[in-house]
T-cell receptor, first 113, second 115 residues
Framework: GENVEQHPSTLSVQEGDSAVIKCTYS??????FPWYKQELGKRPQLIID?????GEKKDQRIAVTLNKTAKHFSLHITETQPEDSAVYFC????????????FGKGTLLTVNP | GAVVSQHPSWVICKSGTSVKIECRSL??????MFWYRQFPKQSLMLMAT?????????EQGVEKDKFLINHASLTLSTLTVTSAHPEDSSFYIC???????????FGPGTRLTVT
């Protein structure tokens, strides 16, 4: 089955700095890669996603890049703010109508004021 | 957007008892729903895929006789943790694919504590 590796497991940055989280996946048939932000005790919240036919996507301070050949994708957050502090998960979804998501182990991002 | 609800939001039960968790799609129909378990400071692990009108598909290592899943209607899936033990204490989250391909909506989660 699919395996998703996520790094780093913890990331501490100063407010205003950029944060980058990287993921790799194993199944070349995976075609959808969402990123979720999860606050303690809450449900995962989709913050950005990318499909396999796109190399990069940006939404204000958040961007995601995808390299299908290398099977890795990354989350970039610019101008970080304390409210960005949370756990971030990458995930991959297989092809077809499966809809199954495989999650990375998560990154605890701390933005220090 | 589509809304998925879960009930209860938290539950405490004694070891050996059974607990039922409900997952509902409120404004859309879901022939498939997913159940995840999340231990503290860990990731979401898919337990099973719930299929309306048919048997659930369990992930490797998940005991189907312990985690009973019923998907009796297009808007409701239930997860019953039978003979619960303290090691079953976890955050259980369901999700359902939306009407638009690739969308998936998560329930708010159920915190289960087994004493």
């Amino acid at each position: 089955g699919e395996n998703v590796e996520q790094h780093p497991s913890t990331l501490s940055v100063q407010e205003g700095d950029s944060a980058v989280i990287k993921c790799t996946y194993s199944d070349s048939a995976s075609n959808y890669f969402p990123w979720y932000k999860q606050e303690l005790g809450k449900r995962p919240q989709l913050i950005i996603d990318i499909r396999s036919n796109v190399g990069e996507k940006k939404d204000q301070r958040i961007a995601v890049t995808l390299n299908k050949t290398a099977k890795h994708f990354s989350l970039h957050i610019t101008e970080t703010q304390p409210e960005d502090s949370a756990v971030y998960f990458c995930a991959s979804q297989g092809g077809g109508s499966n809809y199954k998501l495989t999650f990375g182990k998560g990154t605890l991002l701390t933005v220090n004021p | 957007g589509a809304v998925v609800s879960q009930h209860p939001s938290w539950v405490i039960c004694k070891s050996g008892t059974s607990v039922k968790i409900e997952c509902r799609s409120l404004d859309f129909q879901a022939t498939t729903m997913f159940w995840y378990r999340q231990f503290p400071k860990q990731s979401l692990m898919l337990m099973a895929t719930s299929n309306e009108g048919s048997k659930a598909t369990y992930e490797q290592g998940v005991e189907k006789d312990k985690f009973l899943i019923n998907h009796a209607s297009l808007t409701l899936s239930t997860l019953t943790v039978t003979s619960a033990h303290p090691e079953d204490s976890s955050f259980y989250i369901c999700s359902a694919p939306g009407q638009v391909i690739y969308e998936q909506y998560f329930g708010p989660g159920t915190r289960l504590t087994v004493t």
